[in-house]
């Protein structure tokens, strides 16, 4: 996030490093990324650090319970780290554990705090375009993570769609107004205006989702975004960072946001031995607008501020929302 958190004592972060052994002795807010907070972490032996700040209240969707967003961020976290120890760790930039072993710390009622090394390298941004060799070596990046032996920790992502009774909520209820902030009555004029279209394309989406829960193979690990703002480049070294949303899915929910070609998906067929399914592609493509719409809307539905990240999530919003509605591939 852009926005420093009012309400996160920064002394209280450099007191929850010490669960790591970590001595800070300087810690410089880190003003990226969409959802957490972070900081760069300098210790007493000038050992560097990334930590993230997560807000329990916008995992999954805003004002989720904090204690099923808790159990499921603690799972992705461990999750991560597990692939890294059984060696995955040349793809996964994992947690660190705490002295007890635990890859995410409580950080009062509403926050917790997880530790990263921190890794020298450059990272691209969402929506960007890769070159066919870029994509190449993603591909085979992931092609190497869906082998791996799924640990014990790691979610299932079902095809079920997070947050559709929210949108559900929102189609319906545009016949009155919306309070939370300044964006809520755009929003409701947004929904109400493209609803015709969000409805068939939601009609869209369950029929693919039928589909392909009767024709699914076996599910194997996935990062869940492995767009180019999550990817590393560190010299030689090609890496996947924010584990929030791994979990066990068809590997279809990693490809679509890479392949862009053909020629993509038969590389990523020659690497793996499993022909991608275009059904799966296009469902989990209509999910993923799907699950942000609704994040979006539950976020400008709750009590919200114009920040410079409300303003970023409005843009969001309105690019999802108009997309959907306009959308007659599926």
Known sequence: MRERPADIDETGIRHSLREWGIDAVRSDYAPVGFGDHHWHVLDAGC????????????????????????????????????????????????????????????????????????????TGHFGQDLAAEERGRVIDLLAELHRQTPPAAVADRSLQLPGRHRLAAALAGTGRPWAGGPYAEPARRLVAANAPGLRRRLAAFYRLAEQVGLGAGTPVVTHGEPHPGNLLWAGRRLLLVDWDTVGLALPERDLWLVAATSADLDRYAGRSGRVPDPAALAFYRLRWDFSDAAEFLACFRAPHDRTSDTERAWSGFGDTVRRLAADDSA
């Open 47 to 122: 050992r560097r650090w990334f930590v993230t700040v997560a807000d329990l209240d916008h995992k999954e969707h805003c004002g989720a319970d904090r204690a099923a967003a808790l159990d499921g961020l603690r799972r992705a976290m461990d999750t991560a780290a597990a692939l890294a120890e059984d060696g995955g760790s040349g793809t996964v930039v994992a947690p660190s554990r705490t002295v007890r072993g635990r890859t995410v710390h409580r950080l009062g009622d509403r926050y917790t705090i997880s530790v990263f090394p921190f890794v020298e390298g450059e």
